[in-house]
């Protein structure tokens, strides 16, 4: 059997290698580590342009919307805050386009930490653009905090990792409200929503931890599953 594409988007950012410092694509290298294990063939999807995106979708079996940097508030109707980094419109702009052709053309997907969030902005949605001042807590975005989430056992992500699962992801921004298509199907304890899939898609799910990073490969074995 065939081993499918997947595509995994990547920063464009300035990086230094010997004595040159240039503008690259970067991508951290659990996601094609995490891609290879669960049989797929991983490949980076540099943020250059929208005029590749259909190419992209046409030829990819599968795709993983990456992690990275918050969203700029702009792109759903909010104000900037002071203390969200430096918006990446080139990034930004990219990203939303494909995850756009992705849900039109079926094309299975898994958004992972900032991919959730691209993803709900795509369908409409909204964030919260700093997640502390909601919950009156810091649980969410403090390093190597694991909490515990209920997930939906009817749904795509349930059926792939089970009803519950112990998560460490820090994150200052959130799902507000759900873009269309989305339901949500995962929550931490304050009912923050940290799992969603589009319905009636063959398989697109976001989650706000990086499966990529732990032990657990389920998660993206039902996304090169679904790619075959």
Known sequence: MSRPLIGITAY??????????????????SYARAVEKAGGLPVIVPPLGPGGIGGYVRGLSGLVLAGGSELDPSLYG?????????????????????????VQADLPLLAVGRGMHVLN???????IPWLPDVVDHDRHS?????????????????????????????????VNRLGAGLLAVAWADDQIVEGVELQGHRFGV???????????????????????
């Open 12 to 29: 464009l950012e300035a990086a230094r290698w010997g004595t040159w410092v240039r503008e690259a694509v970067l991508s951290p290298p």
């Open 142 to 174: 403090a390093p190597g905090r694991p909490h515990l989430l209920q997930i939906s056992v009817s749904s795509k992500l349930g059926k792939a990792v089970g009803d519950h699962a112990e998560v460490t992801a820090p994150h200052h921004q959130a």
């Open 78 to 102: 909010a104000a900037r805050d002071e203390r969200v980094g430096d918006p990446q419109p080139h990034r930004d702009r990219f990203e939303l386009a494909l995850a756009r052709a992705a």
């Open 206 to 228: 976001g989650v706000q931890w990086h499966p990529e990073r732990t032990g657990d490969n389920r998660l993206v074995e039902a996304l090169v599953e679904a790619a075959r």
């Open 121 to 127: 902005v795509a369908q409409g949605g909204t964030l």
